[in-house]
């Protein structure tokens, strides 16, 4: 059950449901003393300030979970049961199931089932894909779904705004975006800077629709080792242009060589605050229907975290809106 901290957030879901989201959306999920009790039993008889300054001095580095929620394992049961749910990107893992769930990749079922095969992987768990993305872009998926859901997928995003519109529009009013996102803090993108206001509007405003030779040479040059614990212990090794110092020529190689075609990369670099600031300026200032209600901070030892985007409603009259959907429009037809 989800702790009390985000029980608005998950309570009946019916005409009132955009409301009670809209109220959800001043809780701040960075720390629940309940919780932290319940789980420590070591704890039990500490108060709610002194459990707080616990998890600051001692329990953050001891691996203690402030939430639920905060770790992908809590995360996943506040996913509805219940209502269409639509899986992005599950290639052959994917965590959604049931006769709800739709899913939406770039590979069609056989490919997904070829490259699994390829890698290893057991290709009967591949599921069958519902949306091939390349031929229906996620804006112009027909269903409406109370629950999206994607991991490790946004980060490649080519136009990120663009992507949060669209899933947007794919949510019920009050429905909502669960998404599991690396921390660039403690993975292979330790070195690369933290995306920006800025890099998610100049994407947006150029269409990108493959990454630019910038993103590639920064990915190929600054690429660090991909190893979460000797990063939180503070060994971060060397970017990759010191020891491979024909990386750079190698990522415009790898550019020119695709011709215009899509060549994978990570595009957004994230913590958890500087996600919840970026979402929250885009929907504060009209941009997108998505605000987050629950972005969870990263755990000891793990390189990825937690957040919940719900659709609310934008201000009626909002300027940025209203120009935002017109410009999705036009550029929809």
Same mark, same amino acid.
């Given at each position: 059950?989800?702790? @009390?901290?985000?029980?608005? *957030?998950?309570?009946?879901? +019916? &005409? %009132? $449901? ?6 959800? !959306? =001043?809780?701040?999920? @960075?720390?629940?003393?309940? *919780?932290?009790?319940?789980? +420590? &039993? %070591? $704890? ?6 002194? !459990? =707080? ?281």
């Amino acid at each position: 059950m989800p702790s @009390k901290l985000l029980a608005p *957030f998950f309570g009946r879901r +019916n &005409a %009132d $449901l955009n409301q009670q989201a809209e109220q959800s !959306l =001043a809780i701040d999920p @960075k720390f629940d003393p309940a *919780f932290y009790r319940s789980s +420590n &039993a %070591d $704890l039990a008889e500490m108060s709610d300030a002194q !459990l =707080a300054a616990h998890f600051e001095k001692h329990g953050r580095n001891e691996g203690r979970s402030p939430i639920a929620g905060a770790d992908r394992e809590s995360f996943l049961r506040f996913i509805p049961a219940q209502g269409l749910a639509l899986e992005i990107g599950p290639f052959g893992r994917p965590v959604l199931s049931g006769e709800h769930v739709r899913y939406a990749d770039v590979m069609s079922t056989e490919q997904m089932k070829a490259v699994a095969a390829d890698h290893g992987m057991d290709p009967d768990k591949c599921p069958t894909i519902h949306y091939l993305v390349n031929e229906t872009p996620l804006e112009s998926i027909d269903e409406r779904f109370v629950t999206v859901f994607s991991s490790h997928c946004i980060e490649h995003q080519t136009d990120l705004l663009g992507h949060l519109r669209a899933v947007g529009k794919l949510l019920e009013p009050g429905g909502s975006y669960f998404v599991i996102v690396p921390d660039k803090r403690y993975c292979f993108d330790h070195f690369r800077a933290e995306s920006t206001l800025g890099d998610v509007f100049a994407a947006h405003a150029e269409k990108r629709t493959r990454h630019d030779l910038r993103t590639l040479l920064n990915q190929f040059s600054l690429l660090a080792h991909n190893d979460q614990t000797r990063h939180w212990a503070g060994d971060h090794g060397d970017p990759a242009y010191l020891h491979r110092p024909q990386c750079l020529e190698e990522a415009v190689w790898t550019f020119d060589s695709a011709a215009g075609a899509y060549v994978d990369a990570h595009a957004w670099q994230f913590t958890p605050e500087s996600f919840e600031a970026i979402c929250g300026a885009l929907h504060a200032q009209g941009h997108m229907a998505l605000r987050p209600a629950a972005v969870f901070p990263t755990l000891f030892n793990r390189n990825e975290f937690c957040a919940i985007l719900t659709r609310c409603a934008v201000a009626a009259g909002s300027a940025r809106r209203a120009q935002a959907e017109r410009s999705d429009s036009i550029n929809s037809t």
